[in-house]
Structure formats: C-alpha cells, structure tokens
C-alpha cells in the first residue's frame, strides 16, 4: 500500500493535524532543483518520487538556529539491477524507517512545546526494476553538480540523501541528522544498535546523551577522511559503494560530500530499524528506532 505517493498523502494528512507547514515536491520540481540523483533512483518505479519538506515552526520566539531532519524513505527496495536475495528483500518495505522517524518525529514537536524551528526532508522513492531503472556503469548529477559513477544500484539510499542533505542545508539550517537504513555493515558491527556519525563532535556528544536518555542503544563510529579515496569515480567526481570493508564508514563519508558544510550527523538504523523479537518497550517488528532520540533531544 505504501509507496512515495502515498506516503506524501499521510504527510499531509499529519502536517495538518500537527500545524506544520508541507510542501511535495514532484519530478518537474526536482528536475528544475537539479535532483539527479533521488530521480535516478526513482526512474525504474511506476509511482515517481518525491521530496517532502516539512516545517515546524514554535508559537513563542524560537530559541537558536534551525535544525534540519532528512530521511529516507525508500518504500521499497529490490536492490535494482544490483538485485537483492529473495530472502533480503522480505523485509524490505522497512527501508522506508528513516523517512518514517522523521515523519513521527515532526509530529510530536508541537504537543512536545518545541521551542526551535525545524525542516523535515523526506526522500522518497522506490527502487525498482524495469526498461526505465538506473543502471550499473550510469552517471547521475546530484543537486549540488556532484558527479556520480553507479558502481551498485543496490546503494541507493545513499543517493536519495545526497540530494535531500544539499537541498536541506540550503534551508539555512544550523545542523542536520540523516536517519536511513542505509548499509548492512552497521548491522553486522552493532546488531540492533544504531550507529551514529557526525562531522561535529559536540553534535555527536548531544545526541549519545539524548540516545541514553531515550534508551536507543547507540555508538558512535569513525569517519576516517582518506576513506573518501574509495569513492574516486573513473567517469564521474564519486562512486556510490566503495567496497565491502568499512561499509558504514564509506557510506557516511560519501554522505558528507553533500552536507554543504553544515554540522552533520548520520543515524545509520539498519540494524535498529526492525527487531526479530520483543525486548523491554521495543516489539517485534519496526522499531521506530530514532524518534525517541530526536525529541529527546529536540525538546531537551
């Protein structure tokens, strides 16, 4: 049931019901924003993707700068051309939990009395097979006019973020968190922790203090700089996937290419996302993992 359309209309549904101000912005307007890359990714799919852009803003004078949350929101992953295991691709109409955390996050900030702005991005799309999906060997121009060399299809989340960071900082935010389900190498380091990155170390401390308090077990992990080497496209400035080792930190480095300088941390919930069993207030199945750190430490 659940696919970027969709999606948007629940958007709407909880902007309206919240007091948070919506826009959507469809193809025509990520073709006019140079969004190559979330539409390369969307191109395979029936339903096109999307961008939906979120704003809280406080009835009282806000307190600091804006903060910006970016998702994504893959509704559903084949992998692509890259194409996943049977048995990968059961459970992967979560890999839309980033874009989810966001969306519930948003609408708890008015009821929660936040006293800050905040922009939530959420980067939708379906990655899907077909004559029109993106291709191993094809280049994709992201919003910023970084050039990218498909080395998978099956990293594609990293894609949709790239264009949702760009078009985030250019809000004027102060700072930016990312959640996704982005790499199953954070899952097979941390189990069902998430792992945290972060450009900035007092935006990192922040939100380890915030996790604790909110019980989402957390850890932070490296971004090591000369990782940014395995990206070094032949045909294009970066590649999508630099290998298999050190997965989660190359996937966060290639992220930070697109954070325009903005103090950045990455919330990688690949393993926290979903649980195979109940375990204290988390039950079997999506997890919500994110939302309680957020408004721990949105409205701390």
């Not at 999606?7 to 919240?18: D, G, N, S, T």
């Not at 019980?215 to 971004?223: H, K, L, S, V, Y």
């Not at 941390?265 to 919500?288: M, N, P, Q, W």
Request: aromatic share 6%; proline share 4%; charged share 20%.
């Amino acid at each position: 049931m659940l696919n970027p359309h969709t999606f948007a209309e629940e958007a709407e549904r909880v902007a309206h019901r919240h007091g948070l101000e919506i826009s959507v912005l469809q193809v025509p307007d990520l073709e006019r924003l140079g969004a190559g890359a979330i539409l390369g990714v969307g191109k395979g799919s029936e339903v096109p993707p999307c961008m939906i852009h979120l704003v809280y803003r406080p009835d009282v004078e806000p307190e600091g700068p804006p903060i910006g949350l970016v998702g994504k929101c893959i509704t559903f992953d084949t992998g692509g051309y890259s194409i996943k295991t049977g048995e990968g691709m059961v459970t992967m109409k979560s890999d839309m939990a980033g874009g989810a955390a966001v969306l519930g996050a948003m609408s708890a900030l008015r009821d929660g009395g936040c006293r800050r702005e905040v922009h939530g991005v959420i980067c939708a799309a379906e990655n899907m097979i077909s004559g029109s999906a993106f291709r191993p060997g094809d280049v994709l121009t992201a919003m910023n006019g970084v050039t990218i060399e498909i080395v998978s299809t099956d990293a594609e989340g990293r894609l949709v973020l790239a264009d949702g960071l760009v078009y985030t900082a250019r809000q004027g935010v102060a700072e930016m968190i990312d959640l996704a389900t982005l790499t199953g190498a954070a899952n097979v380091a941390l189990g069902g922790a998430t792992a945290l990155f972060a450009s900035d170390d007092r935006l990192a401390e922040r939100l380890l203090d915030a996790a604790e308090h909110a019980g989402e077990r957390t850890w932070r992990m490296p971004i090591y700089d000369d990782f940014g080497k395995r990206l070094t496209g032949e045909v294009a400035d970066l590649k999508n996937s630099g290998g298999r080792p050190g997965g989660a930190v190359v996937a966060a480095r290639f992220l930070q290419y697109f954070t325009e300088g903005v103090p950045w941390a990455h919330l990688d919930i690949a393993g926290s996302a979903r649980s195979g069993e109940t375990s204290g207030y988390t039950v079997k199945g999506a997890t919500g993992a994110g939302v309680r750190t957020l408004l721990t430490y949105l409205l701390g």
